[in-house]
């Protein structure tokens, strides 16, 4: 089992930046991606930035390249998504995500084993 816990959330203006956190334990070792997606209510979650745990592949989605920037710390077993000229539409909750057995298309939900429960980012206008 993985567990994740994010954080970092938070409200910010339009054009700021927020820096998101998450930490993997249990068996972090067997990760071999994490992603972040994001969810507004009433809509699917939405893939935002993947990361492989070891050969250091990245994938963004095209509303956010440019924009964010993933990252990992594998001594501190840490994702983190730097996210800079934020826009209202950013809004959403943030989760993060591990997949444990390679990807076949990272944009999926379904791809990945573990969730984390989520934090809040609010982009005012």
């Known amino acids: 089992q993985v567990q994740l816990v994010e954080s970092g959330g938070g409200l910010v203006q339009a054009g700021g930046s927020l820096r998101l956190s998450c930490a993997a334990s249990?068996?972090?070792?067997?990760?071999?991606?994490m992603g972040w997606f994001r969810q507004v209510p009433g809509k699917d979650r939405e893939f935002v930035a993947a990361i492989s745990w070891r050969g250091g592949s990245i994938y963004y989605a095209d509303s956010v390249k440019g924009r964010f920037t993933i990252s990992r710390d594998n001594a501190k077993n840490t994702v983190n998504l730097q996210m800079n000229s934020l826009k209202p539409e950013d809004t959403a909750v943030y989760f993060c995500?591990?997949?444990?057995?390679?990807?076949?298309?990272?944009?999926?939900?379904?791809?990945?084993?573990?969730w984390g429960q989520g934090t809040q980012v609010t982009v005012s206008s």
């Open positions: 249990g068996r972090a070792f067997s990760i071999y991606y």
């Open positions: 995500a591990a997949d444990r057995k390679g990807l076949s298309d990272y944009r999926k939900t379904y791809e990945y084993d573990y």
